[in-house]
T-cell receptor
Framework: GAGVSQSPRYKVTKRGQDVALRCDPISGHVSLYWYRQALGQGPEFLTYFNYEAQQDKSGLPNDRFSAERPEGSISTLTIQRTEQRDSAMYRC????????????FGPGTRLTVL | GIQVEQSPPDLILQEGANSTLRCNFSDSVNNLQWFHQNPWGQLINLFYIPSGTKQNGRLSATTVATERYSLLYISSSQTTDSGVYFCAANTGTASKLTFGTGTRLQVTL
């Protein structure tokens, strides 16, 4: 597609449920990033991939969070046993490979945990 | 990791006024980007500017890498410029962007 797409755009779930958030990067972009943005703050890094390889997962807050990108294109961020503190905007970005390339962000998924 | 600080935190302008937003960073950068988060939550790319000067319509940006700061200029502001402006950077071998806390801009009639 023309830009980064994410689904769902909004997700409301009950505490304790698992959720899966999807990201479809810009065609041809090798690098894919996940960020989390709390209300009133800037996005914070969670994890990123080059192709299908997870290069850095240092930002994942705990082992309830995981991400995959099995075919080097679409990625899924999974949160198990959700808690209210997981409520946030989850943003995906993609770029051509490398540290010096511009990142483009998707519209985000607004997650609310009741 | 790199520290990114933005100022001012809040700014209120009348339509037609000009403004300058500042971003200071603590280390040499490979990537520096400016974004506009509009009231609908979209994060829109404004500039990719690790060094030098760029202009796009009423907006321009300058990064002085040796002095570790970047400036975003908005001229003849419009109500549609309202929102939060973020600066983000990475350094060394890290690909992840570190964001500043943003400047919240409100343009009034």
């Amino acid at each position: 597609g023309a830009g980064v797409s994410q689904s769902p755009r909004y997700k409301v779930t009950k505490r304790g449920q698992d959720v899966a958030l999807r990201c479809d990067p810009i065609s041809g972009h090798v690098s894919l990033y996940w960020y989390r943005q709390a209300l009133g703050q800037g996005p914070e890094f969670l994890t990123y991939f080059n192709y299908e390889a997870q290069q850095d997962k240092s930002g994942l807050p705990n082992d309830r969070f995981s991400a995959e990108r099995p075919e080097g294109s679409i990625s899924t961020l999974t949160i198990q046993r959700t808690e209210q503190r997981d409520s946030a905007m989850y943003r995906c970005a993609s770029s051509l490979v490398g540290t010096t390339t511009e990142q483009f962000f998707g519209p985000g998924t607004r997650l609310t945990v009741l | 990791g790199i520290q990114v600080e933005q100022s001012p935190p809040d700014l209120i302008l009348q339509e037609g006024a000009n403004s300058t937003l500042r971003c200071n960073f603590s280390d040499s950068v490979n990537n520096l980007q400016w974004f506009h988060q509009n009231p609908w939550g979209q994060l829109i790319n404004l500039f990719y500017i690790p060094s030098g000067t760029k202009q796009n319509g009423r907006l321009s940006a300058t990064t002085v890498a040796t002095e570790r700061y970047s400036l975003l200029y908005i001229s003849s502001s419009q109500t549609t410029d309202s929102g939060v402006y973020f600066c983000a950077a990475n350094t060394g071998t890290a690909s992840k962007l570190t964001f500043g806390t943003g400047t919240r801009l409100q343009v009034t009639l």
